[in-house]
Every structure is written in structure tokens, then in C-alpha cells.
């Protein structure tokens, strides 16, 4: 039970930090308006590290079902994998209504639908199925076939969190003008479904028909990582 509570809590942490920095920097009314893209990456960033730190030792801080997919993979040990997906799903609709919660007086305030959709989950900047599909897997991939492979050459203790924030920091920074870079289904469809439930002013429509990009691009990358960590592993 505590693995799952920890997945929960963590993905809440992840997307109330994550998500938070967004509304923080693009709703209307809000008093870091335009601070921009940097300010959001190095947040998402940190969004990671936090929960990671705090709830690493008790389930991994997977917080990702494409990252708890492809581990099992790996090790072939599937057992956790419904409770784990389940309970980062929850933990990211949770942590989607607490950021309405938070900036509540600025949603109702906004009127842009688009703006208040983006505080909750990902979108294309040229909306193109198959090339944002590509966007979601190769980001993906590189995470985690980073995080399968450093796990297994790690010799400095204490620098898994340096090497999330960095890898997260990095994956925005290089990769994220396309889609979002989402690279989490959790974080992109929990937040989306809590963004069609709430109450929010002037939101207009939750964008479903994009929503299983961020879904299934991060599960193929994932897996695909997966299968090319194994490959060099046999080979060394």
C-alpha cells in the first residue's frame, strides 16, 4: 500500500508544482504573467525533483506509466503495474483540481479557452497526428532510456536527483516547442480530465481529440527505450 500511496502523493506533488508554473505564468491575471518558457522548463523541472526526493526510496518515484511500463518490461515483473498506473492517474486529477484550487479568482478571470486548457495539459504547436506522435516518443525515449540506464552505471551517491532535474531540464529545453512535451500520460491525462469536470469560466472543450498522443507517443518511447537498453546490455 505505501508504494501506491507514494506513486499517488508524488504525481500529485509533480503536476500541482508542474501544471502550477504554467497557470502561474500564463493566466491573465496572475502576477508572473509572461515571465516565459524558461521560468516553465526549470519548474517542470524541479516539479520532478521534489517528489522524487521525497518518495524515491519508497516506490522508485516512477510518477509515469510510460516509465512504469517500460521497468517492467525489463524485469519482467508486471505485478504492480495496474496499482502504480492507477494511483499516478488519481494523483494527477488530484493534483490538476488543486491547482484550479490555488488560482482559482485567475481561472474565472481568464477568457481565453486555449490559455486555460495549457494550464492543465499538453498541446501541438502545428497540430500533425504523425509528427506529434514522433515528438511524444523520441521524448520519451530519451527519458527513459536515460533514467534505465543511469540506474544501472550509477557510482556517485546522492546524484539521481541532480541527473532527473537535469534530464527533464534538458528534454524541455531541447525537445518541448513541438508538443509539450507531455513524455508522462499520467501528466497529460489526468490533468485533462480534471480540466472537463471542474467548473472553470469560459474553458471550452478539453481537446479529446488530441488526447491520446500524450498517451500511447510515451508508451512506444518508453518501450522502445526499454528494448534498446536491454539490447545494449547484452551486448556488454
Not at 40 to 56: D, K, N, R, S
Not at 151 to 174: D, E, H, R, T
Request: proline share 6%; hydrophobic share 55%.
Amino acid at each position: 500500500m505505501a508504494i501506491y500511496l507514494a506513486e499517488f502523493l508524488g504525481t500529485m506533488f509533480l503536476i500541482l508544482l508542474g501544471d502550477g508554473v504554467v497557470a502561474n505564468v500564463c493566466l491573465n491575471k496572475s502576477g508572473m504573467k509572461g515571465a516565459g518558457s524558461i521560468q516553465i522548463t526549470l519548474a517542470w523541472a524541479a516539479a520532478v525533483l521534489v517528489p522524487a526526493t521525497i518518495f524515491g526510496t519508497v516506490s522508485g518515484a516512477h510518477f509515469n506509466p510510460a516509465l512504469t511500463i517500460a521497468l517492467a518490461f525489463v524485469s519482467g515483473d508486471f505485478s504492480t503495474v495496474p496499482g502504480y498506473i492507477a494511483a499516478q492517474l488519481l494523483g494527477a486529477i488530484v493534483g490538476g483540481i488543486l491547482v484550479w484550487l490555488h488560482f482559482k479568482p485567475h481561472y474565472d478571470a481568464e477568457e481565453n479557452a486555449g490559455t486555460i486548457l495549457g494550464t492543465f495539459s499538453t498541446g501541438p504547436a502545428i497540430p500533425h497526428t504523425g509528427w506529434n506522435l514522433v515528438s511524444e516518443i523520441i521524448g520519451t525515449f530519451v527519458l527513459v532510456f536515460a533514467l534505465i540506464n543511469f540506474a544501472a552505471n550509477q557510482s556517485v551517491p546522492g546524484a539521481a536527483q541532480l541527473i532527473v532535474f537535469v534530464l527533464i531540464m534538458s528534454i524541455g529545453m531541447s525537445l518541448g516547442g513541438t508538443t509539450g512535451y507531455a513524455i508522462n500520460p499520467a501528466r497529460d491525462l489526468g490533468p485533462r480530465i480534471a480540466h472537463a469536470i471542474l467548473p472553470i469560466p469560459n474553458k471550452g472543450d478539453s481537446n479529446w481529440g488530441y488526447s491520446w498522443i500524450p498517451v500511447v507517443g510515451p508508451v512506444i518511447g518508453g518501450l522502445l527505450a526499454a528494448v534498446a537498453s536491454q539490447a545494449i546490455a547484452f551486448i556488454y
